[in-house]
Protein backbone atom coordinates (compact mmCIF):
# COMPACT_ATOMS: atom_id res chain seq x y z
CA UNK A 1 0.00 0.00 0.00
CA UNK A 2 1.48 3.20 -0.85
CA UNK A 3 2.42 5.93 2.20
CA UNK A 4 0.44 9.28 2.53
CA UNK A 5 3.46 11.66 1.44
CA UNK A 6 4.34 14.07 4.13
CA UNK A 7 4.73 17.94 3.70
CA UNK A 8 8.49 18.15 3.91
CA UNK A 9 11.48 18.19 1.49
CA UNK A 10 14.94 17.60 2.59
CA UNK A 11 18.36 16.83 1.27
CA UNK A 12 20.80 14.20 2.12
CA UNK A 13 24.95 15.02 2.79
CA UNK A 14 26.81 13.04 0.25
CA UNK A 15 26.74 10.10 -2.81
CA UNK A 16 25.53 7.19 -0.11
CA UNK A 17 22.92 7.24 2.27
CA UNK A 18 24.08 7.34 5.51
CA UNK A 19 22.34 5.57 8.67
CA UNK A 20 20.87 8.58 10.36
CA UNK A 21 19.03 9.89 7.09
CA UNK A 22 17.72 6.26 5.90
CA UNK A 23 16.21 7.08 9.32
CA UNK A 24 14.83 10.50 8.81
CA UNK A 25 13.72 9.62 4.88
CA UNK A 26 11.49 6.67 6.28
CA UNK A 27 9.46 9.00 8.75
CA UNK A 28 6.25 9.63 6.79
CA UNK A 29 6.14 13.76 7.37
CA UNK A 30 9.24 13.63 4.76
CA UNK A 31 7.72 13.73 1.44
CA UNK A 32 10.42 13.76 -1.01
CA UNK A 33 14.33 14.57 -1.23
CA UNK A 34 16.22 16.83 -3.33
CA UNK A 35 19.22 16.79 -4.95
CA UNK A 36 22.07 18.81 -5.46
CA UNK A 37 25.75 18.53 -7.15
CA UNK A 38 27.50 17.51 -4.68
CA UNK A 39 25.04 14.21 -4.54
CA UNK A 40 25.27 14.07 -8.46
CA UNK A 41 28.67 13.61 -9.85
CA UNK A 42 27.42 11.38 -12.66
CA UNK A 43 24.57 9.16 -13.80
CA UNK A 44 25.64 6.06 -12.44
CA UNK A 45 26.40 7.42 -8.91
CA UNK A 46 22.89 9.43 -9.08
CA UNK A 47 20.89 6.49 -9.92
CA UNK A 48 22.61 4.33 -7.39
CA UNK A 49 21.53 6.95 -4.82
CA UNK A 50 18.16 7.42 -6.03
CA UNK A 51 17.59 3.38 -5.59
CA UNK A 52 19.23 3.61 -2.34
CA UNK A 53 16.48 6.44 -0.97
CA UNK A 54 13.56 4.14 -2.79
CA UNK A 55 14.89 1.67 -0.70
CA UNK A 56 13.87 3.56 2.81
CA UNK A 57 10.38 4.81 0.83
CA UNK A 58 9.46 3.28 -2.25
CA UNK A 59 6.89 6.17 -3.05
CA UNK A 60 8.79 9.33 -2.20
CA UNK A 61 9.53 12.18 -4.60
CA UNK A 62 12.71 12.87 -5.71
CA UNK A 63 13.67 15.91 -7.29
CA UNK A 64 16.36 17.95 -8.75
CA UNK A 65 16.96 21.72 -9.78
CA UNK A 66 17.83 21.10 -13.44
CA UNK A 67 16.87 24.42 -15.08
CA UNK A 68 19.52 25.04 -17.62
CA UNK A 69 22.38 27.06 -18.02
CA UNK A 70 24.13 28.03 -14.37
CA UNK A 71 21.78 25.98 -12.77
CA UNK A 72 22.46 22.24 -13.78
CA UNK A 73 23.16 20.03 -10.91
CA UNK A 74 23.78 17.17 -12.74
CA UNK A 75 26.41 17.61 -15.47
CA UNK A 76 28.18 14.10 -16.09
CA UNK A 77 26.20 11.67 -18.85
CA UNK A 78 23.41 13.90 -19.92
CA UNK A 79 22.40 16.62 -22.10
CA UNK A 80 24.02 20.14 -21.15
CA UNK A 81 21.01 22.28 -21.53
CA UNK A 82 21.94 26.48 -22.32
CA UNK A 83 20.18 29.06 -20.43
CA UNK A 84 16.73 30.05 -20.91
CA UNK A 85 18.46 33.31 -22.10
CA UNK A 86 19.79 31.77 -24.85
CA UNK A 87 16.77 30.27 -26.14
CA UNK A 88 15.46 33.19 -25.41
CA UNK A 89 17.55 34.74 -27.90
CA UNK A 90 16.56 32.35 -30.56
CA UNK A 91 13.14 33.08 -30.14
CA UNK A 92 14.46 36.75 -31.51
CA UNK A 93 15.87 35.59 -34.20
CA UNK A 94 13.33 33.09 -35.45
CA UNK A 95 9.82 32.59 -32.74
CA UNK A 96 8.76 29.56 -34.62
CA UNK A 97 11.84 27.50 -34.59
CA UNK A 98 12.43 28.59 -30.83
CA UNK A 99 8.91 27.49 -29.98
CA UNK A 100 9.93 23.90 -31.57
CA UNK A 101 13.27 23.81 -29.33
CA UNK A 102 12.04 24.66 -26.18
CA UNK A 103 9.56 22.21 -26.69
CA UNK A 104 12.16 19.55 -27.60
CA UNK A 105 14.18 20.94 -24.89
CA UNK A 106 11.81 20.36 -22.39
CA UNK A 107 10.84 17.07 -23.32
CA UNK A 108 14.47 15.90 -23.32
CA UNK A 109 15.39 17.23 -20.00
CA UNK A 110 11.99 15.04 -18.56
CA UNK A 111 12.93 12.37 -20.65
CA UNK A 112 16.53 12.41 -19.41
CA UNK A 113 15.66 13.21 -15.91
CA UNK A 114 13.32 10.25 -16.10
CA UNK A 115 15.86 7.90 -17.01
CA UNK A 116 17.99 9.17 -14.30
CA UNK A 117 15.25 8.36 -10.87
CA UNK A 118 13.85 11.80 -10.73
CA UNK A 119 10.21 12.63 -10.19
CA UNK A 120 10.56 15.88 -11.38
CA UNK A 121 12.61 19.24 -12.03
CA UNK A 122 12.12 22.79 -10.66
CA UNK A 123 11.73 23.73 -14.09
CA UNK A 124 10.74 26.08 -16.05
CA UNK A 125 12.02 29.77 -14.43
CA UNK A 126 9.21 32.23 -15.22
CA UNK A 127 11.02 34.98 -13.83
CA UNK A 128 11.51 38.14 -16.15
CA UNK A 129 15.23 39.49 -16.47
CA UNK A 130 14.54 42.56 -16.20
CA UNK A 131 18.35 43.41 -15.81
CA UNK A 132 17.90 43.74 -11.67
CA UNK A 133 18.02 40.58 -10.34
CA UNK A 134 21.06 38.66 -9.47
CA UNK A 135 19.21 35.84 -8.62
CA UNK A 136 17.38 35.41 -12.10
CA UNK A 137 19.64 36.73 -14.81
CA UNK A 138 20.15 34.24 -17.49
CA UNK A 139 17.73 31.83 -15.90
CA UNK A 140 14.92 33.85 -17.12
CA UNK A 141 13.54 33.38 -21.14
CA UNK A 142 13.39 37.12 -21.75
CA UNK A 143 12.09 40.70 -20.34
CA UNK A 144 9.08 40.39 -22.21
CA UNK A 145 6.62 38.79 -20.54
CA UNK A 146 5.11 37.44 -23.95
CA UNK A 147 7.69 35.80 -24.78
CA UNK A 148 8.47 33.65 -21.20
CA UNK A 149 4.73 32.63 -21.79
CA UNK A 150 5.33 31.98 -25.24
CA UNK A 151 8.73 29.74 -24.70
CA UNK A 152 8.13 28.84 -20.97
CA UNK A 153 4.63 27.26 -22.48
CA UNK A 154 6.60 25.22 -25.29
CA UNK A 155 9.37 23.79 -22.31
CA UNK A 156 5.95 22.52 -19.86
CA UNK A 157 4.58 20.69 -22.98
CA UNK A 158 7.72 19.24 -23.48
CA UNK A 159 8.04 18.40 -19.82
CA UNK A 160 4.39 16.79 -20.14
CA UNK A 161 5.31 14.58 -23.36
CA UNK A 162 7.67 13.08 -21.21
CA UNK A 163 5.77 12.52 -18.75
CA UNK A 164 6.94 14.60 -16.44
CA UNK A 165 5.31 17.48 -14.34
CA UNK A 166 6.33 20.98 -14.89
CA UNK A 167 7.27 23.79 -11.50
CA UNK A 168 7.03 27.42 -12.36
CA UNK A 169 9.29 29.71 -10.02
CA UNK A 170 9.39 31.90 -8.36
CA UNK A 171 5.77 33.55 -7.58
CA UNK A 172 4.68 36.09 -8.51
CA UNK A 173 7.93 37.07 -9.93
CA UNK A 174 11.70 37.56 -8.19
CA UNK A 175 13.22 39.72 -11.40
CA UNK A 176 12.40 42.76 -9.94
CA UNK A 177 14.28 42.35 -6.76
CA UNK A 178 17.76 43.71 -6.69
CA UNK A 179 18.76 41.69 -3.58
CA UNK A 180 19.71 37.90 -3.89
CA UNK A 181 16.94 36.01 -1.27
CA UNK A 182 19.14 33.27 -0.97
CA UNK A 183 21.59 35.74 0.76
CA UNK A 184 19.95 38.73 1.65
CA UNK A 185 16.29 40.18 2.36
CA UNK A 186 15.26 40.78 -0.93
CA UNK A 187 12.46 43.31 -1.92
CA UNK A 188 10.02 44.52 -4.65
CA UNK A 189 8.55 47.48 -3.97
CA UNK A 190 6.18 47.96 -7.35
CA UNK A 191 2.13 48.08 -7.27
CA UNK A 192 -0.03 45.54 -7.55
CA UNK A 193 -1.00 46.95 -11.17
CA UNK A 194 2.59 47.15 -11.98
CA UNK A 195 2.98 43.04 -11.43
CA UNK A 196 0.03 42.50 -13.00
CA UNK A 197 0.93 44.32 -16.24
CA UNK A 198 4.30 42.60 -16.57
CA UNK A 199 6.11 39.93 -13.69
CA UNK A 200 2.56 37.97 -13.33
CA UNK A 201 1.56 37.61 -16.67
CA UNK A 202 3.40 33.86 -17.69
CA UNK A 203 1.55 32.99 -13.72
CA UNK A 204 -1.56 34.13 -14.63
CA UNK A 205 -1.71 32.78 -18.30
CA UNK A 206 0.16 29.32 -17.53
CA UNK A 207 -1.23 28.23 -14.51
CA UNK A 208 -3.81 25.94 -15.72
CA UNK A 209 -0.88 24.14 -17.25
CA UNK A 210 1.61 24.00 -14.17
CA UNK A 211 1.54 21.36 -11.79
CA UNK A 212 3.64 22.72 -9.29
CA UNK A 213 4.47 26.38 -7.94
CA UNK A 214 7.30 27.30 -6.03
CA UNK A 215 6.79 31.28 -4.79
CA UNK A 216 9.50 33.94 -3.85
CA UNK A 217 11.32 34.93 -0.71
CA UNK A 218 10.61 38.19 -1.64
CA UNK A 219 8.52 40.98 -0.04
CA UNK A 220 5.80 43.42 -2.38
CA UNK A 221 5.64 45.65 -0.06
CA UNK A 222 2.77 47.32 -2.10
CA UNK A 223 1.11 44.55 -1.45
CA UNK A 224 2.16 42.51 2.04
CA UNK A 225 4.72 42.93 4.31
CA UNK A 226 5.35 38.99 4.11
CA UNK A 227 7.27 37.11 1.38
CA UNK A 228 5.09 35.77 -1.01
CA UNK A 229 5.87 32.18 0.31
CA UNK A 230 4.71 33.05 3.87
CA UNK A 231 1.54 35.68 2.44
CA UNK A 232 -1.82 33.59 2.67
CA UNK A 233 -2.42 36.95 0.35
CA UNK A 234 -0.38 36.19 -2.36
CA UNK A 235 -0.98 32.52 -2.11
CA UNK A 236 -4.62 33.31 -1.91
CA UNK A 237 -4.36 35.02 -5.04
CA UNK A 238 -2.51 32.07 -6.78
CA UNK A 239 -5.40 29.81 -5.74
CA UNK A 240 -8.61 31.96 -6.50
CA UNK A 241 -7.89 34.94 -8.90
CA UNK A 242 -5.60 32.08 -11.19
CA UNK A 243 -7.12 29.67 -10.45
CA UNK A 244 -4.10 27.22 -9.89
CA UNK A 245 -4.83 23.50 -9.12
CA UNK A 246 -1.69 22.35 -8.66
CA UNK A 247 1.00 21.70 -5.28
CA UNK A 248 2.91 24.70 -4.37
CA UNK A 249 6.45 24.26 -2.40
CA UNK A 250 8.30 26.76 -0.49
CA UNK A 251 11.53 28.16 -1.49
CA UNK A 252 14.22 26.78 0.29
CA UNK A 253 13.57 28.02 4.04
CA UNK A 254 17.12 27.99 5.01
CA UNK A 255 17.58 30.85 2.29
CA UNK A 256 18.68 34.52 4.42
CA UNK A 257 15.31 35.71 3.14
CA UNK A 258 13.30 33.06 4.56
CA UNK A 259 14.65 33.43 8.17
CA UNK A 260 12.71 36.96 9.32
CA UNK A 261 9.64 34.29 9.98
CA UNK A 262 11.41 32.97 12.49
CA UNK A 263 13.14 29.38 13.84
CA UNK A 264 12.98 26.93 11.01
CA UNK A 265 10.04 25.46 12.63
CA UNK A 266 8.07 28.45 12.29
CA UNK A 267 9.27 29.02 9.10
CA UNK A 268 8.00 26.08 7.92
CA UNK A 269 4.70 26.55 9.80
CA UNK A 270 3.97 29.87 8.09
CA UNK A 271 4.46 28.37 4.96
CA UNK A 272 2.01 25.44 5.40
CA UNK A 273 -0.31 28.29 7.12
CA UNK A 274 0.13 30.56 4.05
CA UNK A 275 -0.85 27.87 1.61
CA UNK A 276 2.17 25.80 1.00
CA UNK A 277 1.86 22.53 0.33
CA UNK A 278 5.70 21.10 0.76
CA UNK A 279 8.07 22.78 2.72
CA UNK A 280 11.30 22.75 1.41
CA UNK A 281 14.29 22.82 4.12
CA UNK A 282 18.16 22.14 2.59
CA UNK A 283 21.40 22.43 3.69
CA UNK A 284 20.95 22.39 7.16
CA UNK A 285 20.20 18.80 8.78
CA UNK A 286 19.24 20.33 12.42
CA UNK A 287 16.85 22.48 10.59
CA UNK A 288 15.36 19.55 8.82
CA UNK A 289 15.02 17.47 11.38
CA UNK A 290 13.43 20.01 13.91
CA UNK A 291 10.51 20.82 10.98
CA UNK A 292 9.88 17.33 10.53
CA UNK A 293 9.68 16.62 14.58
CA UNK A 294 7.24 19.67 14.34
CA UNK A 295 4.89 18.43 11.77
CA UNK A 296 3.71 15.01 13.09
CA UNK A 297 0.61 14.15 11.31
CA UNK A 298 0.53 16.45 8.19
CA UNK A 299 -0.17 15.37 5.12
CA UNK A 300 0.39 16.95 1.50
CA UNK A 301 -2.94 15.19 -0.45
CA UNK A 302 -1.55 17.16 -3.83
CA UNK A 303 2.01 16.04 -3.90
CA UNK A 304 1.26 12.11 -4.36
CA UNK A 305 0.11 13.19 -7.72
CA UNK A 306 3.52 14.74 -8.69
CA UNK A 307 5.10 10.98 -9.19
CA UNK A 308 6.46 9.79 -12.53
CA UNK A 309 4.24 7.44 -13.38
CA UNK A 310 5.60 5.88 -16.75
CA UNK A 311 7.69 3.48 -17.32
CA UNK A 312 11.54 4.84 -17.28
CA UNK A 313 13.30 5.07 -20.12
CA UNK A 314 16.88 4.41 -19.99
CA UNK A 315 19.98 6.70 -21.21
CA UNK A 316 20.51 4.04 -23.76
CA UNK A 317 17.33 3.94 -25.50
CA UNK A 318 17.15 7.93 -25.87
CA UNK A 319 19.89 8.04 -27.99
CA UNK A 320 18.17 5.53 -30.61
CA UNK A 321 15.56 8.32 -30.84
CA UNK A 322 15.99 10.95 -33.51
CA UNK A 323 14.39 13.26 -31.51
CA UNK A 324 16.49 13.26 -29.05
CA UNK A 325 19.92 13.14 -31.32
CA UNK A 326 18.54 16.10 -33.27
CA UNK A 327 18.00 18.20 -30.00
CA UNK A 328 20.62 16.89 -27.85
CA UNK A 329 23.26 17.96 -31.06
CA UNK A 330 21.08 21.10 -31.44
CA UNK A 331 21.60 22.05 -27.96
CA UNK A 332 25.13 21.18 -27.88
CA UNK A 333 26.00 23.04 -30.52
CA UNK A 334 24.40 26.38 -28.75
CA UNK A 335 26.28 25.41 -25.32
CA UNK A 336 29.47 26.16 -27.96
CA UNK A 337 28.52 29.60 -29.15
CA UNK A 338 27.96 30.55 -25.18
Not at 4 to 20: A, F, I, N, Q
Not at 237 to 255: N, P
Amino acid sequence: MTQPLGPVMLDVEGTRLRDEERQLISRAEVGGVLLFARNTPDVVTTQALIGQIRECRPDILVAIDQEGGRVQRLKEGVTQIPSMATLGRQFADSPEAALTLTQDTGWLLGMEMAACGFDLTFAPVLDLDDDQSPAIGSRSFSPDPEVVTALAGAFIEGLHEAGMVAIGKHFPGHGGARQDSHFNIAEDPRSLANLREHDLIPFSRLAGKLDGIMPAHVIYSAFDDRPAGFSPSWLGMLREELGFKGAIFSDDLTMAAAHAAGSPSERAEAAWNAGCDMAVVCNAPNDAREVVAACAGRQAQRITKLRYARARPSLESLAAISRWRRTHGRLEALNESE
